[in-house]
């Protein structure tokens, strides 16, 4: 029997890829999926790549109706949109994936400080699992409330974890300087993501402050067992898809680079969706595209001492709908990789 | 029970795009994968999208151990290449998807002219079938050789055939623009497709002539059940993947725009691959990337009386191994869609 | 001295490639720029790429001081608006070069059947010059109101004129499949055209009929002395600039692809904008970028006997700015190709 | 009258970028081309975008007729090929600017690390000024031959000249993450660099150590007065043209934003070509493009301490061919802008 899902937001592009994975994943049936814009219309009408999927027609979020039964509610709305539905799903019995802002950080000051807003329902912070199954998996198999991570916090918490947890890197000099595909900025209308602006012009944004700093700091902090902060840089590629983080980081022992390498494969050994590249090969935002996987690479510059890692994902696979549906089978029992097989489309 | 593939030329585009299909789909297994370049090294070193498949390891052209016992092999080759490898493989006992052009011509002298050499195994070509299923399915099912189709004759022939089929436009007047992504080009090192040369840089290439025009009018002469010619215009896209083609078309009566939609619906109502857009969309590639679907979108001009059929498919997928998969399901038995059920990647 | 120019529309692209040009040309002012969203403010805080021009400050449309002793005007509005501005600044005695398509189509009867609007000042029409120097020269050397072509017609009309003046070609059976870059679209926001959405999806787009067609119809229909009717299929590349036209022709003789050449360069010969490849070269849009150029190819298909021409220009140049400038050096006298002189940008 | 020039090596991205601006240089006449792929044939026959300039004939390196009175040669050849003609060339009374590898580094042992082999013109290398004229205008303009800096050092030295000669910065702490368009790679045939491996694929590359770290080190060490070294790791972008360098500082003192932007403003108040963004604004690759110019910003977080500064160029002008007019307009005490003028061209 296939557990029953909804969509909320189903005509972003994180809603278009969970459709994508969901429609295709044996033990999940989509029976409810919103969108405010084409409330009433078939879903196809806003993404013409899901013409297959006739049947599923947009619902406004008002209308409740059918959301009686749903196992589990994808909530792919904006921040504050999010933290006013939750609470709805959850006394429903809904179990929830939420992929916004809205439940990852566990203290809602830290909340106001970074979204402006005060937390609408920090009643339920407590309870929301971290959704990084590589770190939190335990709490995520029981959890009614995942906050699905950023992109960039998932492509820099693969790349440190090892080294944070084992101690092995300084935590008071963590540079990370990513780089984004442009569908990290959403679907809506905008003149600064038109095609024209976009080719060729790669650029830095956000470089005084971007919201999933103190994603990072509060997850790093608790893999070092210390406050710690970090310096985030993101920048924006003339690509719809890809997140690159590379980072900066100081040893605190002297190791090769195969030593390096061994400490992340021994962490990442029975992990399904991470891969530690072979020496000589540096990851390529192109060989995740599409899947669920990220891939790591290190590299130790003898000379200044600095390690590199890094690390590319799919922003909005294991960046965002990819890792909601993991989070979504671990919260059930099914096999971690169901309806994520599908290897990297290339080229 | 599996069924056991080889794959001859595994890491050339469309060699990594059918490991891609192959390595997922649920009745098959990849025994044999061959490649001159990377002869006893593994595949994920030629593509690091296929980290992930470390058991996969190239072997060379020459060492046949291993090879009798397949059930099938898809070539990948080069044409010429191909040709003289498919009579060992049949003398095998081993049924052969061809995804070259040597086996799609029935007639010898066609290839002569074409391709400038002469055919190394004329006695094979009278019973390769064509390996378009939506066209010659019953000969494909029965058939020890399938000759996968070109990609552009794919994108032409789907378009073209419920028209020429049923007579309803003029054989003497078909002109078909095509654009297609570089991916088409193959994966040799070339000046002329590095990135720098082909970004921003649309042109039209082999104008006077391209080799897959003989393809095209073979199989809309069998529909229009007379010999045709047609004037074929590809084109260089600045993009990976993809095909789009704008037949230009004289219809013999007079319909509107929803009457051409529906002879294309009526022909293609059980295909589970081709699509016919509603009014008022047009066919992109992007919405079909990654995928083994064919969109279509039809467009009267009543000023002027021209009809246009435009169409479009990811070139490596049902204009390569996406359909080279669907053929071995057809030959094999299977439903037809095994393997192919990914929804197409947007954006 | 220099004469005083006024920009109308400045932080469109095609006002901003006006600023481009003019800010270099030797024999002119830039003295007045407008725009609605910005008035007050500095241009190059709509266009960082203007950084160097911190003198230029848009005004409002509405602000007419400083308009009073302009020489040329080149309105980069969109048609409607254009019309309104127009008569006024004739009235001012100040030339105007409008970019728009209000003064391109000599019968208000046409105008509204493809604009859907009355023409608010149909007694410009029979002295706009229309501005193609290499059909018009003398026309607009006196005009004082030059209608600067479409970037589609500028292609084609460039591409077919001396085969339909020379009666080469078949009048009815005109077919153009034209493929553009984004930049076209304009610089508003807009969903459709985000990076995401374009990115490696090209697809054609008002397939049924595009506003051009009647100005392609009615320069050829000059050229040729009889109307005639053009099937013209627009599509959209997934590249900022550029804009290739496929005009596949019926020759009314036999020829050979060095005749047709012949022809092209016989007709061009004097014209230091339009180049005849040499054969074997076909024009690709990357080697006319940032210029004023327009390359042309031809091919002859002797199987099936369909001609050719392939047409490129970059569309905010010589399909817009660059066209502009060069009409106002053709009004005032000037060397035809000031301040047009740099070589396309290539890679 | 115009000083003779030659450009040696004109086939490349380089070369060509050569062609661009000198054939629209007023006081410049281009006299001899070399190209050993072309040797014979007319350059434009390699770059169709400089269709417009047939009298361009390329001639073998080996043929040195018409070189003995070459006022000024550009080498633009790869390194090692450099340093056999320079000699020669230097000989003859030819001034030089060389744009490879060759004569940038002071310290030949340095270059023999680096560059795996001896150098075999170690006694120019004391004559040889660096060819940055922000920092070296002086050494420059008497020089018989300049180094024509690499594009990345050009990028990292604007950016933190100021800084580092102020002393306002650890220079322990000196990490530089480099993003390049794949123009930087050549001209080449290469399997990396086609359309399909690089579109979509951002990457970092040399991770382990890159050859223009020396460079940079030995520029930055002067401005320091002491001998530092710099992480720096190169990465590449899914773009033709354009660098950023994002460079992660440790300030010795605490200031402001505005107060870091007036050290930079003031630095570079009187040069032409180095524009420092207002605040808010961050330098994007395609504001430059085409350009001589380098935008700047600079970002102070609070947070952490930490100050980055953004520095974009185009590596084929700023980053190669343009700096390499600009030194030779100072060697000739020409105005220093001179042929440089032209805009960026956006979009």
Redesign the interface.
């Given at each position: 029997m296939r557990i029953k899902v909804a969509i909320l937001g189903a005509t972003g592009?994180t809603g278009?890829e969970l459709?994508?994975l969901l429609?295709?994943h044996p033990q999940v049936q989509i029976v409810h999926v919103t969108s405010e814009r084409h409330a009433g219309k078939p879903l196809r009408n806003a993404?013409?790549?899901?013409?297959?999927?006739p049947e599923l027609v947009c619902r406004s979020l008002e209308d409740k109706k059918g959301l009686e039964n749903i196992d589990v509610a994808f909530c792919a709305l904006p921040h504050l949109a999010s933290m006013r539905e939750v609470p709805y799903l959850l006394a429903q019995g809904t179990r929830v994936v939420d992929l916004s802002a809205d439940f990852r950080l566990h203290d809602p000051l830290i909340y106001r400080t970074w979204y402006g807003t005060d937390h609408l329902a920090p009643q339920l912070l407590p309870e929301a699992a971290y959704g990084l199954p590589e770190l939190h998996r335990s709490n995520i198999a029981s959890a009614r409330l995942v906050a699905n991570p950023g992109c960039y916090p998932t492509s820099v918490l693969l790349a440190l974890a090892p080294l944070l947890k084992g101690g092995w890197i300084d935590p008071e000099l963590l540079?990370i300087?990513s780089?984004s595909?442009?569908?990290g900025a959403g679907?809506?209308?905008?003149?600064d993501?038109?095609?024209?602006?976009?080719?060729?012009?790669?650029?830095?944004?956000k470089?005084?402050?971007h919201r999933h700093?103190p994603e990072i700091e509060q997850e790093l902090s608790l893999l070092a067992g210390a406050d710690l902060?970090?310096?985030f840089?993101p920048?924006l590629?003339?690509?719809?898809?890809?997140i690159?983080s590379?980072c900066?980081l100081r040893p605190r022992v002297v190791r090769s680079?195969a030593e390096w390498q061994e400490i992340l494969h021994t962490f990442y050994h029975d992990e399904p969706f991470v891969?530690v590249?072979e020496a000589g090969?540096?990851?390529?935002?192109?060989?995740?595209?599409?899947?669920n996987?990220c891939?790591l690479?290190v590299?130790?510059?003898s000379?200044?001492g600095?390690l590199?890692v890094?690390s590319?994902i799919d922003n909005l696979v294991k960046g965002a709908a990819g890792q909601a549906v993991q989070n979504m089978n671990v919260m059930f029992g099914m096999k971690e990789g169901t309806g994520l097989?599908?290897?990297?489309?290339?080229?």
């Open positions: 592009y278009g459709v994508r429609a295709r993404f013409p790549h899901l013409t297959s999927q540079i300087d780089k595909g442009v569908s679907r809506s209308a905008s003149q993501n038109l095609f024209t602006e976009i080719e060729g012009g790669f650029r830095a944004y470089v005084e402050g700093t902060r970090v310096r840089v920048h590629l003339p690509q719809s898809r890809g690159l590379t900066h680079q891969q590249l090969n540096w990851p390529a935002t192109s060989h995740v595209r599409g899947s996987y891939h690479g590299a130790v510059d000379r200044t600095w590199t890094l590319v097989e599908q290897l990297p489309l290339f080229p």
